[in-house]
Every structure is written in C-alpha cells, then in structure tokens.
T-cell receptor
Framework: SQQGEEDPQALSIQEGENATMNCSYKTSINNLQWYRQNSGRGLVHLILIRSNEREKHSGRLRVTLDTSKKSSSLLITASRAADTASYFCATAPEAGTALIFGKGTTLSVSS | DGGITQSPKYLFRKEGQNVTLSCEQNLNHDAMYWYRQDPGQGLRLIYYSQIVNDFQKGDIAEGYSVSREKKESFPLTVTSAQKNPTAFYLC?????????????FGQGTRLTVV
C-alpha cells in the first residue's frame, strides 16, 4: 500500500524560481520524510519532520506538515539546474516499522 | 567509508532462473529493507528486517525471499515464481525499525529478464 501521494506528478520551472511539491497521506504518522532521487540512482534523505512539528527548514528547503489535513509540502527556493530530480515523500506510520513511499514528483529545472 | 552497498548494478535473468541481489551495510544499523521501483509506481516494500534472524513480508513479497544471518547483510532472492521481475531494486537501512530516523539507500540493482 502506498500511503503518500505527491502532487504534481511533474513540475518544470526555470532556474531561480521556487518549486513546491505536495504530499498527502492516509493514516496517523510518527514522522514524514522527503527524499530525492537522481535518475537511476538511490534515494538521498533530505529532511524529516515529526508529527508534533509544523515547519522545518534546511538550507533552501522548507517543509510544512499539517496533520489535521494529513498533508505536507516541500518548498525548494531559488531552484538550480542541479535540483533536477525526483522527490518522494515517505511516511513512518505510528504502528509501522517501515517507510511507505509515494509515487514522487519529477522536477525539471532549466537554465 | 560507511555506507550501504548493492551489487551488482545490473543483472540479467533468464526465464525460470533464481537470482540473488546483494546488500551490505557497515553502518551498524539494525533494520534493513528491500524496495522495488517501477516507472510511475514509486517504491513498494518487499521485505524488511528489524534484527538478525528475523524478517517480515512487505506489500509485494510474493516471488521473493530473503535471509538475515548477519547484521551487515540482507540478500534478496528473486525466484522463478516472480512473474514480472524486471525492475529497479533498492536496499535501505536505518538505525532502528521504528523509522524515527532517516533511511540510507544503496545505489540500486537494475534487474532485467532476458
């Protein structure tokens, strides 16, 4: 079962613009995490936000979490061509022991 | 360097063959996971293990088998019972199974049936 669903599926922007990706999930969670995947490579962890947190920053990344709406957003500010990748949200269910991933958003940043 | 290593990077399987994908980590993590990735499907959980000599089925375990004889190793066997094995396979590990911390991923193995 895939709990997280990202929106949009694909996003194309110019360098310097901001990119926003959204994630919705279904059940109660312990935390929500965002990962990045370059084409044909493994996933790299970006940021983790716990269920009692509402917002978190890391460099050019800003993540918000709304547990009442079961949704999260990832904002990448001042995008660069090197940000081109797929981005996945993953939830750690309260009663679960493994991350559940969504289908991802493919971001393309052109220079 | 600490990390998680998957091998081989590319693997070709003939119809009816079993193949084993290797996953090794030197991060001293208790928990390890196998995911399958298909285009447009995201990552789906095959098996996970929270401790040596114990493992649990994920959402798509049919046609796969695993073992966890050592903390560092979690090999995945794709059996002939798996009817559509062509996919990208990702192994991951984390400090503990409750996923309170980040997961570390290998670089993946791309399996193709020929």
């Amino acid at each position: 079962s895939q709990q997280g669903e990202e929106d949009p599926q694909a996003l194309s922007i110019q360098e310097g613009e901001n990119a926003t990706m959204n994630c919705s999930y279904k059940t109660s969670i312990n935390n929500l995490q965002w990962y990045r995947q370059n084409s044909g490579r493994g996933l790299v962890h970006l940021i983790l936000i716990r269920s009692n947190e509402r917002e978190k920053h890391s460099g050019r990344l800003r993540v918000t979490l709304d547990t009442s709406k079961k949704s999260s957003s990832l904002l990448i500010t001042a995008s660069r061509a090197a940000d081109t990748a797929s981005y996945f949200c993953a939830t750690a269910p309260e009663a679960g022991t493994a991350l559940i991933f969504g289908k991802g958003t493919t971001l393309s940043v052109s220079s | 360097d600490g990390g998680i290593t998957q091998s081989p990077k590319y693997l070709f399987r003939k119809e009816g063959q079993n193949v084993t994908l290797s996953c090794e980590q030197n991060l001293n993590h208790d928990a390890m996971y196998w995911y399958r990735q298909d285009p447009g499907q995201g990552l789906r959980l095959i098996y996970y293990s929270q401790i040596v000599n114990d493992f649990q089925k994920g959402d798509i375990a049919e046609g796969y088998s695993v073992s966890r004889e050592k903390k560092e190793s979690f090999p995945l066997t794709v059996t002939s019972a798996q009817k559509n094995p062509t996919a990208f396979y990702l192994c991951a590990s984390s400090i503990q199974g409750a996923m309170n911390t980040e997961a570390f991923f290998g670089q993946g193995t791309r399996l193709t049936v020929v």
